[in-house]
């Protein structure tokens, strides 16, 4: 079992590029959310995906967007980028039901806005 | 809304001391509480977890125990190894809906030999 898996690892842009971060989840989940983790801060959550819709967003502008493929990976973007979109990005995925709704987290994505 | 607060780091112990780090939390109705720990240059990992009152979870020598009167979560180990070095984060999840998951800004712990 690969665990979670995110692509690329690093990333450079600039301000007011576009960025697309992507993600396989661990095999037999079928929901993935996205958290942006600022440095020194704990991950913020950003929206959740599952049978292919957004089902859960939080506090995040419209500039982030996303998709899930009928693999139940998936991706996220951000358009319009700001130097405060600098950030380790976290995918988690997750398996609807049972308790707990542990969430298996991937090794995540450093994204660096200059 | 639902928030965490930890207790600010970083700690820094000797090998084989006694670890405390206190997490508590607001949030409505009954959530489910976590440890993560986050290894340098590595992802989250799922430390412990607790998702009713007065459960305690346990792992790896770590233990915490869901204090619902105090709306607490402290993360206990009697004696910690360089290993241990890493920043955990305290987190909930409500028990409805899709259970996104709230964080605490996390505690750095730094482990001397």
């Known amino acids: 079992d690969a665990g979670v898996t995110q692509s690329p690892t690093h990333l450079i842009k600039t301000r007011g590029q576009q960025v697309t971060l992507r993600c396989s989840p661990k095999s037999g989940h079928d929901t993935v959310s996205w958290y942006q983790q600022a440095l020194g801060q704990g991950p913020q959550f950003i929206f959740q995906y599952y049978e292919e819709e957004e089902r859960q967003r939080g506090n995040f502008p419209d500039r982030f967007s996303g998709h899930q493929f009928p693999n139940y990976s998936s991706e996220l973007n951000v358009n319009a980028l700001l130097l405060g979109d600098s950030a380790l990005y976290l995918c988690?995925?997750?398996?609807?039901?049972?308790?707990?709704?542990?969430?298996?987290f991937g090794p995540g994505t450093r994204l660096t806005v200059l | 809304g639902d928030s965490v607060t930890q207790m600010e780091g970083p700690v820094t112990l000797s090998e084989e001391a006694c670890l405390t780090i206190?997490?508590?939390?607001?949030?409505?109705?009954?959530?489910?509480l976590f440890w993560y720990v986050q290894y340098p240059g590595e992802g989250l990992q799922l430390l412990l977890k607790a998702t009713k009152a007065d459960d305690k979870g346990s792992n790896k020598g770590f233990e915490a125990t869901y204090r619902k009167e105090t709306t607490s979560f402290h993360l206990e180990k009697g004696s910690v190894q360089v290993s241990d070095s890493a920043v955990y984060f305290c987190a909930l999840t409500g028990n409805t809906g899709r259970r996104a998951l709230t964080f605490g800004s996390g505690t750095r712990l730094q482990v001397q030999p």
């Open positions: 206190n997490c508590t939390y607001t949030a409505t109705g009954y959530p489910s």
């Open positions: 988690a995925s997750s398996q609807t039901g049972g308790t707990g709704w542990e969430q298996f």
